[in-house]
């Protein structure tokens, strides 16, 4: 277990510049004369971009009023609190399976 949580704040820390590509995407989408912060939803994200094929795909598996409702929220806000969240567990996670392996 103790090498999982140290796998698992390796993966959170290593996934953060990935995040940070999304975010930049996102907000170039977000600046543009188009859209605002709050009207441009995770939904006008995909439908603008490659990952409408991954938008159709979710549909045909999962449950179409959730995805409606998650979708629906701000691309924006989403990423930038995920982006917080997984940089901040990371740094957090990682000093503490650290001291925990080498009990």
Sequence with gaps: MNKA???L???LI???PVQLLF???IYSYVLSADYSLLSFSTSDFMDLTFLRIVKAWMYSWF???FLDFVWGLPAAIGITLKLLVNAALGAWLLPV???LNSL
Excluded: E, P
């Design 9 to 11: 704040a390796y993966f």
């Design 97 to 99: 399976a650290k001291k």
């Design 63 to 65: 449950w179409n009023s």
């Design 23 to 25: 975010f930049v995407w």
């Design 14 to 16: 290593w996934t953060t």
């Design 5 to 7: 949580l140290l796998y």
